[in-house]
């Protein structure tokens, strides 16, 4: 048996395709509830989903907009059954993913699993989005695996109820990275994360170059608090390798320079300069793979940006 439970804030659209695709789901809809937290929504979420009525036990919540981490530690509270699955709200699941969970879960309880996330095509139709996957950024392909505990996501994930309580659920004082804080500490706990391919669920929330820039550094703005949380984190994230401060005595000559190499990038002229040139690149069509490289240097220079504040912000007690 399985309880879905899906943190949601302002995404009533693609949560009305995330509840229908779960209701053709080969676990019968008898082995499974779902529960919908809402996080404080203000786009008539409630009314949109009551208005529809499903094949399986359904639970739809509300709280106070707390983040997802309280959302889905709500939700988990409010379970029925052993097998936790963790969808977000713009989560389309293939039709066997609970099956996929439910089988992993029986064989092998103590471990955390996490799916395949995908672009959804109906979604993903900018220039931008053609050119650039981002979704897949850390796609660890179609062969099962264990991989390192920062390649775990939130957005498609399975875990046994007691292994939930013994991390004590997720940290809500986190409102981004909070899934890889409870990777983290999973694996300093000693339990296993795994990857199962088969356990896709496609991403249906689109983004521009602007709109993923934004996230890219809030999200590392997070980063940086949950570093000094945990501050053996420090070097252990690649994509946060060259925007955390020098280290004489620990980095390497080479990572060094990498790092002031993008201190450099960030500077005013150069950094504002530099979305101006892709635009004119996006006009001429130059090879994707040119595109896609810039786009990439244009998300490390607000990863950095948005590290380097959070580093110098007030340390959150969390």
């Known amino acids: 048996m399985v309880s879905v439970i899906i943190p949601n804030y302002n995404r009533r659209k693609a ?10 789901q080969t676990l019968p809809v008898a082995y499974f509830e779902v529960i919908v937290v809402d996080d404080g929504s203000t786009d008539e979420t409630r009314p949109a989903v009551q208005a529809i009525h499903f094949p399986f036990e359904f639970k739809f919540v509300e709280q106070d907009n707390q983040g997802p981490g309280a959302a889905r530690n709500l939700g988990a509270s409010l379970a029925n059954y052993d097998c936790l699955v963790f969808l977000d709200a713009d989560m389309i699941p293939v039709s066997t993913l609970l099956e996929v969970y439910l089988n992993a879960s029986k064989d092998f ?36 695996l264990q991989p390192p505990f920062y390649y775990f996501a939130s957005g498609n994930f399975a875990i ?15 409102i981004m990275t909070e899934d890889t804080d409870l990777a983290y500490r999973a694996h300093l706990a000693g339990i296993s994360i795994a990857y199962l391919p088969d356990a896709v669920g496609y991403h249906n929330h689109s983004k521009t170059l602007n709109q993923l820039c934004a996230q890219t550094e809030v999200s590392a703005w997070w980063t940086a608090q949950l570093m000094k949380k945990h501050p053996g984190l420090r070097g252990q994230i690649p994509a946060y390798q060259v925007v955390e401060p020098v280290v004489a005595r620990e980095d390497s000559a080479w990572l060094i320079l990498q790092k002031i190499g993008q201190c450099l990038y960030t500077l005013k002229f150069l950094f504002w300069l530099f979305p101006a040139a892709i635009r004119l690149l996006e006009l001429l069509t130059v090879n994707p793979r040119v595109l896609s490289y810039l786009y990439r240097q244009q998300l490390a220079g607000f990863r950095f940006i948005g590290f380097r504040r959070g580093w110098q912000a007030s340390f959150l007690q969390i």
């Open 160 to 174: 046994h109820r007691e292994q939930l309580k013994e991390l004590n659920g997720f940290d809500e004082a986190l």
């Open 15 to 24: 949560l009305l395709k995330t509840l229908k695709s779960l209701a053709g």
């Open 109 to 144: 309880p103590e471990t955390i699993f996490f799916g395949r996330q995908l672009p959804w095509a109906e979604a993903f139709t900018s220039p931008f989005e053609q050119v650039f996957n981002y979704v897949s950024f850390q796609d660890p392909g179609p062969k099962s």
